[in-house]
């Protein structure tokens, strides 16, 4: 490949290695997303940087043709922040999954997201450990059962959204793992986004946790389950556009648009970017019952970035400290040479 090339396809990001997932996976759907988003992006592989965890998904950097970067269990987050405030003209990704990220790496990931730390964080949530073959996680529902919970969970589950908007967290969206359109536009929105983006992929493990998203996602369900929203336009869903989200007291509501009194003008208009998580966070909690789950960009506001403060403040006390280097710090004050 040409170094100076400035366009690029999927293909330039695909490494030589066979992809090991379980057929059917839905990693392979986030894979091949990230290939076409990377492209679109246009930042070259070898200015690209993709780091992981532990676990079926932290496989993911070996079937990039970027630098990457396998770690070790719940610490992708606090490498990833390393690398970007090292290097911080590469860009950064994250592949982690629900275990690996919100566990063992729970404390990870909020301080990269409190820190806004310039990377971008795909977090795979099939509600499952699966490379460990089959224990709950900290997303599972209460009341499932697994390997490690054979009577059902009596614990109430993370749900990333609340976690990183808790964090103040500036971007957040979700996204399916077979909808790779859709996907891959929203992983080139967080690409471009300042700060950390989490984008939180519904997945199946077809193994372990098969179907466990069905009642959402499947093809007789996803219009009336589901609502994608996109910046500016009303939040509207439905087989035929025909329902709505609309301001309920300091609830949301889901109506039909035309009964009980209720018009196109009664709907909301999705803004991810204004600074007040509130309305974010509710739409972002929309389980499916009665609102659908929301896709798509939910939230999307500026501020100031860590690694790009961090840069800055160095070269302030550069300024107040001129012609200081690592040598010159180790040879001040008392020192003495052994001869």
Request: aromatic share 8%; glycine share 10%.
């Amino acid at each position: 490949m040409n170094p100076n090339q400035t366009t690029y396809q999927a293909k330039d990001f695909k490494s030589a290695q066979l992809v090991r997932w379980c057929p059917g996976c839905g990693d392979y759907g986030v894979l091949s997303s990230l290939h076409k988003a990377m492209a679109d992006l246009g930042i070259a592989p070898h200015n690209t940087a993709v780091i992981s965890g532990i676990g079926c998904s932290s496989r993911l950097p070996y079937y990039m043709n970027t630098y990457g970067f396998h770690t070790i269990h719940g610490r992708g987050a606090a490498i990833a922040t390393g690398v970007k405030v090292a290097n911080p003209r590469l860009s950064v990704w994250l592949a982690t999954g629900d275990g690996d990220c919100l566990a063992i790496g729970g404390n990870h990931f909020i301080h990269a997201v409190r820190r806004n730390v310039d990377i971008n964080i795909l977090l795979m949530n099939n509600k499952i450990y699966g490379l460990t073959k089959g224990q709950y996680s900290p997303t599972s529902d209460r009341g499932f059962i697994s390997k490690s919970s054979p009577y059902g969970t009596v614990e109430d589950p993370f749900r990333p959204a609340e976690l990183a908007l808790g964090a103040r967290g500036r971007f957040f969206a979700r996204t399916i793992d077979t909808d790779v359109k859709n996907s891959s536009a929203i992983l080139l929105a967080a690409a471009k986004h300042k700060g950390t983006s989490v984008v939180e992929v519904i997945l199946n493990c077809v193994i372990f946790n098969d179907g466990i998203y069905d009642g959402i996602i499947a093809r007789e369900y996803r219009q009336e389950k589901t609502i994608f929203l996109r910046q500016g336009e009303k939040m509207i869903f439905g087989k035929d556009d025909q329902k709505g989200i609309v301001q309920d007291g300091f609830n949301l509501k889901a109506v039909t648009i035309g009964e009980n009194g209720y018009t196109l003008e009664n709907v909301l208009v999705h803004d991810a970017t204004t600074s007040d998580p509130t309305l974010h966070l509710k739409l972002a909690l929309m389980d499916g019952n009665e609102l659908p789950v929301a896709l798509g960009v939910i939230r999307n506001v500026e501020a100031p970035v860590y690694d790009e403060e961090i840069e800055k403040q160095i070269e302030t006390v550069k300024t107040k400290k001129p012609g200081r280097n690592l040598r010159e710090l180790l040879m001040s004050g008392d020192v003495w040479e052994v001869k």
